[in-house]
């Protein structure tokens, strides 16, 4: 008889481990996005506003704070990838987010997007490391994202190299040309920043001009253009 209830024990104590098991998979999966709304804090959001920042939708100060701004950016992620507007960062909202952060951030010494190609990032990081190598990532990053805007748009030339390298008036369009800066040698950051870039991480989104106002007027930009941002001692207009 005591043995019959030792065999019982034994199974019931080893279903309870198997379904421990269980559980504790399901739960690794569902911790993997927590819900954030309005009114969340925490680090989780922090990780949301400043994945939102990269991607060009402004979710303001990286703050663990999920208030208006933040909310207004997730509607306007939602909105641009037709997924469910609610500004809500549920499981759709941010593994749409961070997938397309994670295929953006290549580690060094691979391979970038098969978009691009050695000569692509030869230039791009060149341009980044010569117009911006003193400003903060985002503003480096920020760089190859005017410069990429320019290939896709009809008004400029549609390589890296000959947007880099176009003329107007017989006056090189990016002073690094005339000064010779642009055959530098570009950091790591600047790299990086080019493989950003070109995975599509867009801080200024559709900007195409960008100067710093402390060393040039913008004139042109200033009259004819509209202001997107200030990153560090650039700014950038679409």
């Given at each position: 008889m005591k043995i019959h209830q030792k065999r019982i024990v034994a199974s019931v104590l080893?279903?309870?481990?198997?379904?421990?098991?269980?559980?504790s998979v399901f739960a690794a999966g569902n911790d993997s996005y927590v819900v954030l709304k309005f009114r969340s804090r925490g680090p989780e959001v922090s990780k949301l506003q400043?994945?939102?920042?990269?991607?060009?939708?402004?979710?303001?100060?990286?703050?663990?704070?999920?208030?208006?701004?933040?909310?207004?950016?997730?509607?306007?992620?939602?909105?641009?990838n037709k997924i469910r507007?609610?500004?809500?960062?549920?499981?759709?909202?941010?593994?749409?987010?961070?997938?397309?952060?994670?295929?953006?951030?290549?580690?060094?010494?691979?391979?970038?997007?098969?978009?691009?190609?050695?000569?692509?990032?030869?230039?791009?990081?060149?341009?980044i490391q010569a117009e911006a190598g003193a400003e903060p990532y985002k503003g480096k990053v920020a760089v190859g994202n005017v410069i990429l805007n320019r290939v896709a748009s009809n008004s400029f030339p549609n390589t890296i190299k000959n947007v880099i390298f176009e003329y107007y008036k017989g006056i090189p369009q990016f002073s690094p040309v005339a000064d010779g800066t642009i055959y530098n040698t570009p950091s790591e950051e600047s790299?990086?920043?080019?493989?950003d870039a070109l995975n599509g991480v867009k801080p200024v989104g559709n900007s195409t001009y960008f100067f710093n106002p402390d060393k040039a007027e913008g004139k042109w930009i200033v009259n004819n253009k509209t202001y997107v941002a200030r990153i560090g001692e650039h700014v950038f207009y679409k």
């Open positions: 080893l279903l309870l481990l198997i379904l421990l098991n269980i559980t400043q994945a939102l920042n990269n991607k060009g939708f402004s979710a303001g100060s990286v703050d663990g704070i999920f208030g208006p701004r933040t909310e207004k950016a997730v509607i306007a992620f939602q909105k641009a507007i609610d500004g809500i960062a549920g499981k759709q909202t941010q593994s749409l987010l961070y997938g397309a952060l994670a295929s953006a951030s290549v580690s060094r010494g691979t391979s970038v997007s098969r978009n691009s190609n050695t000569t692509d990032l030869y230039w791009l990081s060149r341009i790299i990086q920043a080019a493989k």
